[in-house]
């Protein structure tokens, strides 16, 4: 069962001065959260994935916990200007980046070269960026981007898409092209297995494809935990790594378990987003609520709520939809669920609705909720302990 957060009658009281729609952070949610991730890590750092916070002021909070060292960013502009704000001296940037604008101010501010780590899946990201910048500037760090995949049969690929980067032997290539080059110096690695890490092994309601995505991950960890290990092995022959980054929110334990690794990223499991509902061995408590008016009383047991159309990214499907959370005994419609400007929500606790009460709701995915609002509240216990705002409220986007 889903732990649940307190009562709506906590959430309304602490936000009764606001007019929804607005977004809160549940702080005890939140913390209790991070230290979960901390305890599933069993002694290994924890990365903060930003891209699944995209709020500073949480961001400054999570690493102020005992078992999270440094950041991992989804973009070059992102790290820098983090970096600039002073919030961490240790950034990776966990895509390659095309952005030469952003290579120039890295390499202008010697400082945040020595603190910001690229990544890197081929020798045409290291043409790129010297041909943005040159040659003759500060070291660049960079990380090689593996790709973490299951290839259990030739052409078949579970996974996410991304490096091209798969063997020992093409790592060992890569990391030999960054060494040999003028200019780099390579100070780590990361294999992100997307197909253990972002995907439930429960989804609800489906226990054969639970059962099927279980026998997966299983033997999908296995082979990647010998490939790894083998591609450490071989790269720190040619350069002595500063760090091996693993895993993801769903993954914690069985990258863990992996001598090769020394260290884990997560930002998922601080929020408790949907998609997290459907693991077994770990469960996140919802702290990233947001709460819609009544608008309209159509009758019966439906009642329509302003807005809420927020859909997160990925395949098309129901379990990209916000999700009705309190009062409990809600759920969208089929017709129209989620829209733009207005949301029915059906179901017997409908019926005690009336126009300006408050529906709160869940979104699917972690960060993306920071994109549709300019500020999240933040809730100590029945109150709003200060309002902070998102990257969007500081007028940064960087998707």
């Known amino acids: 069962m889903l732990k649940a957060l307190p009562e709506s009658r906590r959430l309304d009281t602490a936000t009764i001065e606001l007019d929804p729609p607005f977004a809160v952070a549940d702080l005890d949610a939140f913390h209790r959260n991070a230290a979960d991730l901390v305890?599933?890590?069993?002694?290994?750092?924890?990365?903060?994935?930003?891209?699944?916070?995209?709020?500073?002021?949480?961001?400054?909070?999570?690493?102020?916990?005992?078992?999270?060292?440094?950041?991992?960013?989804?973009?070059?502009?992102?790290?820098?200007?983090?970096?600039?704000?002073?919030?961490?001296?240790?950034?990776?940037?966990?895509?390659?980046?095309?952005?030469?604008?952003?290579?120039?101010?890295?390499?202008?501010?010697?400082?945040?070269?020595?603190?910001?780590?690229?990544?890197?899946?081929?020798?045409?990201?290291?043409?790129?960026?010297?041909?943005?910048?040159?040659?003759?500037?500060?070291?660049?760090?960079?990380?090689?981007?593996?790709?973490?995949?299951?290839?259990?049969?030739?052409?078949?690929?579970?996974?996410?898409?991304?490096?091209?980067?798969?063997?020992?032997?093409?790592?060992?290539?890569?990391?030999?092209?960054?060494?040999?080059?003028?200019?780099?110096?390579?100070?780590?690695?990361?294999?992100?297995?997307?197909?253990?890490?972002g995907l439930g092994d429960a989804p609800p309601g489906s226990p054969l494809r639970g059962a099927g995505v279980r026998w997966m991950q299983r033997r999908s960890a296995a082979e990647l935990a010998g490939r790894r290990a083998e591609i450490v092995t071989a790269i720190r022959e040619l350069a002595e790594l500063e760090f091996v980054n693993g895993g993801g929110t769903g993954s914690i334990e069985t990258t863990t378990a992996e001598s090769a690794v020394t260290e884990v990223a997560a930002g998922s499991g601080l929020v408790g987003p949907t998609l997290f509902d459907a693991y077994r061995s770990f469960r996140p408590e919802p702290a990233l609520l947001f709460a819609l008016p009544v608008v309209h009383r159509p009758?019966?047991?439906?009642?329509?709520?302003?807005?809420?159309?927020?859909?997160?990214?990925?395949?098309?499907?129901?379990?990209?939809?916000?999700?009705?959370?309190?009062?409990?005994?809600?759920?969208?419609?089929?017709?129209?669920?989620?829209?733009?400007?207005?949301?029915?929500?059906?179901?017997?606790?409908?019926?005690?609705?009336?126009?300006?009460d408050r529906v709160w709701f869940r979104h699917a995915k972690a960060g993306e909720l920071a994109e549709r609002f300019n500020e999240y509240h933040l809730v100590d216990g029945d109150r709003v302990a200060d309002s902070v705002p998102t990257y969007r409220g500081e007028g940064r986007s960087f998707g």
Not at 71 to 93: I, K, N, P, R, T
Request: net charge positive; glycine share 10%.
């Open 39 to 197: 305890r599933r890590a069993a002694g290994r750092p924890v990365r903060v994935a930003t891209k699944s916070v995209r709020c500073r002021e949480l961001l400054r909070r999570t690493l102020t916990t005992p078992g999270f060292a440094g950041l991992m960013c989804y973009s070059l502009a992102e790290a820098l200007w983090l970096h600039g704000d002073g919030l961490s001296e240790d950034v990776l940037v966990a895509y390659p980046t095309a952005d030469r604008g952003a290579l120039r101010q890295l390499v202008a501010r010697p400082t945040a070269a020595a603190a910001i780590t690229i990544m890197v899946d081929s020798v045409e990201h290291l043409d790129l960026v010297d041909a943005a910048v040159g040659t003759r500037r500060p070291e660049i760090r960079v990380c090689l981007d593996i790709d973490a995949s299951w290839r259990p049969l030739p052409a078949m690929h579970i996974g996410t898409r991304r490096s091209p980067v798969h063997t020992a032997a093409d790592a060992r290539r890569l990391a030999e092209a960054v060494v040999r080059r003028a200019g780099f110096r390579l100070a780590g690695l990361m294999a992100y297995e997307g197909q253990i890490a």
């Open 299 to 356: 009758g019966g047991r439906v009642a329509t709520v302003f807005g809420g159309g927020y859909i997160a990214s990925g395949p098309v499907g129901a379990d990209r939809a916000p999700t009705p959370y309190l009062p409990t005994g809600l759920k969208l419609t089929a017709v129209e669920g989620a829209g733009e400007v207005q949301t029915p929500v059906a179901g017997h606790a409908a019926r005690r609705l009336r126009l300006g």
